[in-house]
């Protein structure tokens, strides 16, 4: 795999025509990978191998949890980490760098299912907040991420504390941000997008000051919570919206709202659903949009939740059933139904109409949620990620690269040539910044780690290199350039904070 993809390389495949692509073009384009799809059957089934690393900027791996004491959580050990038989998915999925090294990949801590309540408790503790703030960097460190997406859904919502989350989230990012610097690490979030839920949630003028980008969720604007069929991520309002309120709840005044408060245009990314939302109707006949819905519709065949579907189970049911097809010509998105099933979607028209949006206004870029649920395989129209290449080509001028320079090729190349040993933990080497993480040792070699070391131990003769031991093995690292390994905070750091 890898080395096909060298070949096409220097056989100048993959090379945009007209040579280097031009910075201040750049354009991100933020990837969540749902990591649970690997339990999926069957065409549902994706795993870190099937990510394509030109087509996303960013690559966002989810998600890890959050104690009440503020570690980070590895939620399950066995698919992320690779001690015990694990299936070392993280190592996998920062190895992708290794083909392409301008990808970012970035560390995905919350979702739905994480909840509210630890994040607050740690939100409004200082010393939570530092053990938060520590351990992130360790673990975005010891992994070779390039950063942390805060997915805290949401401030002031979903729980049952009285904390000032609002404030306490600002605190929380420019306390993040302070122990990011030295590493250069990446700080973003995905945020409840619309104007009633981020008002409640966000001061969005300070939150933008740390964030480095912002992915503002404009999905799940309606679904099987309604007692009609709605638009899942509408472009515009609709007639039907008369209330003020509703009138805020689409694509076009989210990002309005958002850049009146102070967010700025090159941080907000758009995102996106590569997924639908489903109803059953109370009336096969009935079945515009507006129409009386019973609940939600039956589950997709691999994601088996009722009430959503992927884009790539519906594009598949599509090629045998019966699927009338519609598109809504106001809030610029299609919709579908068969007998008393009805689904709103995104397919490449209205995803590349949102793309083209992002464009249009000088945006950061585009957010998909999430990979796993494109039609990654071809399926249904012989193009791998129909949805995600719509994207690619709207955003960089029909390029499939993400903008690709010859310096970086050449890094590229080099990166590639280096033997890589099954089993050896390898990060990528980006930039100066990157710590680079290097070779297991063979305990006897080096003899840094005894047998009952578990943690951080600093190189004897060199503060700016440290070892993780595990077992008796020793990981061994290099901290940034110029910084100095601290054994109390057990992270890099400028070395006039550093007793060495
Ligand atoms: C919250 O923190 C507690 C205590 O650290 C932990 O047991 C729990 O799994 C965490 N997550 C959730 C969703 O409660
Ligand atoms: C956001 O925080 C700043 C600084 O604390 C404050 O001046 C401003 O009023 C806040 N804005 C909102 C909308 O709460």
């Not at 980008?213 to 009609?228: E, F």
């Amino acid at each position: 795999m890898i080395l096909n993809i060298y070949v096409l390389i220097a056989l100048g495949v993959l090379l945009p025509k007209g040579g280097t692509a031009d910075a201040h073009n750049r354009k991100y384009v933020v990837c969540y990978q749902g990591t649970w799809a690997t339990y999926r059957q069957s065409n549902g089934k994706y795993d870190v191998n099937y990510i394509d690393p030109f087509l996303c900027t960013h690559l966002v791996y989810t998600f890890f949890g959050i104690e009440e004491s503020g570690e980070l959580r590895v939620i399950d050990p066995t698919l992320d980490l690779e001690e015990n038989g694990g299936h070392g998915n993280i190592r996998k999925f920062n190895a992708l760098k290794l083909q392409n090294p301008t990808l970012k990949t970035i560390a995905a801590v919350g979702g739905w299912n994480e909840g509210s309540r630890n994040f607050s408790i740690v939100a409004n503790d200082p010393e939570r907040r530092q053990r938060f703030v520590r351990s992130a960097v360790q673990f975005i460190q010891r992994h070779g991420f390039n950063g942390l997406d805060l997915d805290w859904e949401y401030p002031n919502q979903r729980h049952d504390l009285t904390f000032d989350d609002k404030n306490n989230f600002v605190t929380l990012l420019r306390e993040l941000k302070e122990g990011f610097k030295p590493f250069q690490y990446l700080l973003t979030a995905a945020v409840g997008a619309s104007p009633a839920t981020a008002s409640i949630s966000y001061n969005i003028t300070e939150i933008s000051k740390y964030l480095d980008i912002i992915n503002v969720m404009a999905y799940d604007i309606h679904g099987a919570w309604d007692p009609a069929t709605g638009i899942n991520a509408p472009f515009y309002a609709s007639k039907n919206d008369i209330t003020e309120g509703s009138r805020q709840l689409n694509l076009d005044a989210i990002i309005k709202y958002w850049l009146a408060q102070g967010a700025p245009r090159e941080k907000l990314v758009v995102g996106v659903p590569f997924y639908g939302r489903t109803f059953t109707l109370a009336d096969a006949a009935q079945h515009s949009v507006g129409s009386s819905s019973l609940g939600p519709g039956t589950a997709g065949q691999y994601s088996l939740e009722p009430g959503s579907i992927g884009y790539n189970e519906l594009c598949e049911r599509m090629r045998t059933e019966q699927w009338q097809v519609e598109w809504d010509e106001v809030q610029l998105a299609p919709y579908a139904y068969m007998g008393q099933q009805w689904v709103s979607f995104d397919n490449p028209r209205s995803i590349g109409l949102k793309a083209q949006y992002a464009k249009d206004n000088n945006l950061g870029g585009v957010m998909v949620w999430s990979l796993e649920s494109d039609d990654f395989r071809g399926i249904c129209g012989g193009e791998k990620y129909p949805l995600l290449q719509t994207i690619n080509r709207i955003l960089f001028d029909g390029r499939t690269a993400t903008g690709l320079t010859q310096s970086v090729l050449n890094m590229a190349a080099e990166s590639i040539q280096r033997p890589v040993a099954p089993g050896y933990a390898v990060a990528p080497v980006v930039g100066s910044h990157t710590p680079q993480q290097g070779i297991v040792l063979d305990p006897r070699d080096g003899g840094v780690c005894t047998s009952q070391d578990n943690g951080y131990v600093r190189d004897k003769h060199d503060c700016g290199k440290f070892y993780y031991c595990n077992q008796g093995m020793a990981h061994s690292f290099n901290c940034p350039h110029n910084l100095k390994f601290d054994l109390e905070s057990t992270t890099c750091n400028y070395p006039q904070s550093v007793d060495c």
